[in-house]
């Protein structure tokens, strides 16, 4: 199934960008979490450290083959890194993507304080800037690194961007 990826860390706002998306055009939405609790797994949406991280990549890719989408295009909001139950960054292999039909990337980035301060409002859980800023680096060196590897294309989005830019790369 054709998709475009959404990456960015968690407390980015990635899903208030795709709820803002479905407003302007025809495009429905899941994460990679979402798909993952589908399978079965449960998921706590407010601890941000993974277990199981690769058991988890091929759980998702499985629900993602199953989705109906009629003609609608599929924003998977998800990510190129993930912290571990120790707070290691741990960048996922790009073979977690393979046997995906990637069409284009969309790496969301925002300032580090602005995202702590969500991720303590929405989960309770104090992260440091620093870890924040090398996990959002991370990610995008990722994206950006996947994205030339498989000749997808990439838009580096944050809410300074113009709308208007990043429903022009969706819809072309």
Request: hydrophobic share 35%.
């Amino acid at each position: 199934m054709e998709y475009i990826f959404l990456s960015g860390i968690h407390g980015v706002g990635k899903s208030t960008l795709a709820k803002e998306l479905k407003s302007f055009i025809d495009i429905k939405s899941i994460s990679v979490s979402d798909l993952i609790r589908q399978a079965g797994k449960k998921l706590d949406s407010s601890n941000k450290k993974t277990e199981n991280i690769s058991q988890n990549q091929e759980l998702w890719k499985n629900e993602l083959n199953n989705l109906e989408l009629g003609i609608s295009k599929l924003l998977l909001d998800g990510h190129f890194c993930l912290l571990d139950v120790k707070r290691e960054i741990t960048p996922l292999p790009f073979t977690t993507f393979e046997n995906t039909d990637m069409t284009k990337i969309i790496f969301m980035k925002n300032n580090p304080t602005i995202i702590r301060e969500r991720l303590l409002k929405r989960d309770g859980t104090d992260y440091p800037i620093k870890l924040l800023e090398n996990l959002q680096f991370c990610e995008m060196q990722q994206a950006m690194k996947y994205s030339t590897e498989k000749g997808i294309n990439l838009f580096i989005y944050d809410e300074k961007h113009p709308l208007s830019e990043l429903l022009n790369f969706i819809t072309n």
